[in-house]
């Protein structure tokens, strides 16, 4: 599903005094294309994945997806965060069939649709399992199963693997791009890992300090399928990520995050 920004700005008021997130953004995403943003902490890449999510509402411009302009929840995105949400109480299958029970598909086609998940994220013999007694690397399989359960077009990926050590990501960066590779949703993926971004990405959106605005956008054309484990000792790879971390790097020194 294609994905369409148009002029999008951003407003909140906070103490009484208005704060610009967003200026003047605009975005294409075709369909099945996976784009990822970096930028500093802060400046609007979180408030426009809300925006497209349809939690937030823009201030100007508007969001098209899938031919249609988004107005309230967008029911056609999967929205994956850094906080997976799963509930404690649920087994690993049991929260992967929620989304389908708020959804009112019968009992059997749940189990069946929330096995060949955990048989995707390579779960299946953890399925009665709660999420107290999943690793880090598990719960996320997990929430990502519970997104991918409905089949939603475009996902809407915000960190989701921020808070794991740099061996697990890359085991979970690698498992991504195969689920995607299988199924081309149309991905938009923020992360404030470069390297991260470069490997998986087809284009990468880099974004200014506040007010957020896309400053650059470069194409990845590294070849796929990629091996995540190996990409970052290529001279492309390496040269991209040069490249993009010039635009990258003044921008963080005036967000304040170095």
């Given at each position: 599903m294609s994905i369409v920004v148009d002029d999008v700005g951003?407003?909140?008021?906070?103490?009484?005094?208005?704060?610009?997130?967003?200026?003047?953004v605009s975005l294409?995403?075709?369909?099945?294309?996976?784009?990822?943003?970096?930028?500093?902490?802060g400046r609007g890449k979180s408030t426009l994945m809300n925006l497209i999510a349809g939690i937030l509402v823009p201030s100007s411009g508007r969001i098209v997806h899938d031919g249609r302009e988004v107005h309230g929840i967008n029911r056609g995105v999967g929205y994956l965060t850094q906080v997976d949400g799963l509930l404690p109480w649920r087994s690993a299958e049991d929260n992967?069939?929620?989304?389908?029970?708020?959804?009112?598909?019968?009992?059997?086609?749940?189990r069946t649709r929330a096995r060949q998940m955990l048989e995707l994220v390579n779960l299946t013999q953890f399925h009665r399992h709660y999420p107290s007694e999943l690793s880090g690397g598990m719960?996320?399989?997990?929430?990502?199963?519970?997104?991918?359960?409905?089949?939603?077009?475009t996902l809407l990926m915000d960190e989701p693997f921020g808070a794991l050590d740099a061996q697990l990501k890359l085991?979970?960066?690698?498992?991504?791009?195969?689920?995607?590779?299988?199924?081309h949703n149309t991905v938009v993926f923020v992360t404030h890992?470069?390297?991260?971004?470069?490997?998986?990405?087809d284009r990468v959106v880099v974004f200014t300090g506040r007010p957020g605005q896309i400053k650059s956008i470069e194409k990845v054309e590294l070849p796929r399928p990629r091996n995540v484990y190996k990409l970052r000792f290529d001279r492309e790879f390496q040269a991209l990520y040069e490249k993009i971390w010039s635009a990258?790097?003044?921008?963080?020194?005036?967000?304040?995050d170095v």
């Open positions: 951003k407003y909140f008021v906070r103490r009484g005094r208005e704060v610009q997130a967003l200026a003047s294409e995403v075709t369909d099945g294309e996976f784009v990822a943003q970096v930028g500093p902490s992967i069939t929620l989304p389908l029970e708020i959804q009112g598909v019968p009992a059997r086609e749940r719960r996320k399989r997990v929430a990502l199963a519970q997104v991918l359960v409905y089949d939603p077009g085991v979970l960066q690698d498992e991504l791009l195969k689920i995607w590779e299988g199924r890992d470069l390297g991260e971004a470069i490997s998986l990405a990258l790097e003044p921008e963080i020194k005036k967000g304040g």
